[in-house]
């Protein structure tokens, strides 16, 4: 029984590239947050962007955004159930899917503790995407978010992953896209040569790709992926 103090909390979806933007937020994700006037944000420019394309029925000047990143602090998140109080809200990503490699799950954890309802919407994700055009095994699978910034450790994690991906286990990660070149040298130094690497680059939008190679191939026809958004896949 959810408690009638607090409205309901949807996590609505972002789109994931500016092209056809429109076409990746559903009809029902529209008709369901069109009332919402209080929005959890990671950034405040790209919920603006997104909520322009959800039509709500109050203009944006009478908006309550609230701020949920990586520099809030944990006892900050508390506070934000003010919004909710009376009010449903919607909780946003910068792209894709709110809570999935976002800060946004400390409040669901939170709402759901005190038995407020949490309604997720369908949306993309880079992740899912890349996963499903990789051709690897999307039976088991995990989601490794970053890799360690220093080399040893990010070595250590790479030969982790490696070592699960050849067990049948597909391992997606993501990198810092200025970073990106970096670690896909750093992948093609350390992992076996015929060890199969997918590329997501750009997904969703009209210059995207997804490309699988061995580590092999990569090494001679390397991309020049910096400051592309892209998500990892080793795989068998």
Same mark, same amino acid.
């Given at each position: ?12 979806? $972002?789109?994931?590239? #500016? ?6 937020? #559903? ?13 959890? &944000?990671? $950034?405040?420019?790209?919920?603006? #962007? +997104? ?5 709500? /029925?109050?203009? /944006? ?7 949920? $990143? ?9 506070? +934000? +159930?003010?919004? +909710? ?9 910068? *792209? ?6 976002? @800060?946004?799950?400390?409040? &669901? *954890? ?11 919407? @369908?949306? *993309? ?27 040893? @450790? ?17 391992? =997606? ?6 970073? $990106? ?6 992948? =093609? #130094? ?8 997918? =590329? ?37």
């Amino acid at each position: 029984m959810s408690d009638p103090k607090y409205g309901k909390l949807y996590l609505i979806p $972002n789109f994931l590239s #500016a092209d056809n933007s429109d076409d990746f937020i #559903a009809e029902m994700v529209r008709r369901l947050v069109h009332h919402v006037k209080n929005f959890v &944000v990671e $950034n405040e420019k790209q919920a603006r #962007a +997104l909520i322009k394309k959800l039509n709500l /029925q109050h203009p /944006q000047n009478e908006l309550q955004l609230f701020l949920l $990143n990586e520099h809030t602090q944990a006892m900050e998140v508390p506070t +934000l +159930l003010k919004a +909710l109080e009376n009010n449903d809200v919607g909780i946003m990503s910068d *792209a894709g899917l709110p809570c999935i490699a976002d @800060p946004g799950s400390a409040l &669901v *954890a939170l709402a759901q503790s005190k038995n407020i309802e949490v309604i997720p919407l @369908p949306g *993309a994700s880079s992740m899912m995407m890349a996963l499903m055009g990789s051709g690897f095994n999307g039976q088991q699978f995990t989601f490794s978010g970053y890799l360690p910034i220093d080399k040893n @450790p990010k070595i250590k994690r790479i030969k982790e992953i490696e070592t699960l991906a050849h067990r049948g286990i597909t391992q =997606i990660f993501m990198e810092t896209p200025y970073r $990106n070149n970096q670690l896909l040298s750093e992948l =093609i #130094a350390q992992c076996n040569p015929q060890s199969k690497l997918s =590329i997501a680059c750009n997904i969703s939008s009209e210059k995207g790709w997804v490309r699988t190679k061995t580590m092999a191939q990569w090494k001679k026809s390397l991309p020049d992926l910096h400051k592309i958004p892209c998500v990892f896949v080793i795989g068998t």
